[in-house]
């Protein structure tokens, strides 16, 4: 079945730094999107990405569909401690029932 | 929050009984899912439904049933609860916009132990 590789599995940083993960896939997805989870909580979404190329912000979030539909990333600029969770990609095919595949997560924590 | 319900919020039960769980959604909406989460693994779909009475088999669905009697319940049953089973459940519904493009919205989940 398909499968997403998220990288990294975690990261450990500063307070101001910038953090950027991605994921890939052997497979073309139709939509990307990208989730954050807190603990005790479920993933909430941070962007959604419908069209190739498509580079969307969402404050200080930034997310690109990769040009081949097999990748996407998720910038972070100047980090805060709130940024501290796991952040999941997923990706989607059309005519699928709307069924996400998702990434292992990457762990991110936030030195203040 | 989507209007996402699940119960219980934490369940500890013994292997060999049956458990049910519960998505109530308050938004009418037509696709709902069933997740299991567990280290390593991200979120694994297990399955889900397209309507009253509609459902298809996710990625690991074995040792799981569903059922859809009313559009805002969607119940999941683990028949006989093994150890393997032990993970954290999600229900998600979808949002589909007029463009054909949709979101899904997570419940906050349901922590399961199988002892």
């Known amino acids: 079945g398909q499968q997403l590789n998220q990288s990294p599995q975690s990261m450990f940083i500063q307070e101001g730094e910038d953090v950027s993960m991605n994921c890939t896939s052997s497979s073309i997805f139709n939509t990307w999107l990208w989730y954050k989870q807190e603990p005790g909580e479920g993933p909430v979404l941070l962007i959604a990405?419908?069209?190739?190329?498509e580079l969307t912000s969402n404050g200080r979030l930034t997310a690109q569909f990769g040009i081949t539909r097999k990748d996407s990333f998720l910038n972070i600029s100047a980090s805060i401690p709130s940024d501290v969770g796991i952040y999941f990609c997923?990706?989607?095919?059309?005519?699928?029932?709307?069924?996400?595949?998702f990434g292992q997560g990457t762990e991110l924590s936030v030195k203040p | 929050d989507a209007g996402i319900t699940q119960s219980p919020r934490h369940k500890v039960t013994e292997t060999g009984t049956p458990v049910t769980l519960r998505c109530h959604q308050t938004e009418n909406h037509r696709y709902m899912y069933w997740y299991r989460q567990d280290p390593g693994h991200g979120l694994r779909l297990i399955h889900y439904s397209y309507g009253v009475k509609d459902t298809d088999k996710g990625e690991v669905s074995d040792g799981y049933s569903v059922s859809r009697s009313k559009t805002e319940d969607f119940l999941l049953t683990l028949e006989s609860a093994t150890s393997s089973q032990t993970s954290v459940y999600f229900c998600a519904i979808s949002d589909w916009k007029n463009n054909g493009k949709n979101i899904q919205y997570f419940g906050a989940g349901t922590r399961l132990s199988v002892l």
């Open positions: 997923a990706g989607q095919v059309y005519n699928q029932g709307g069924k996400l595949i």
């Open positions: 990405l419908y069209k190739a190329g």
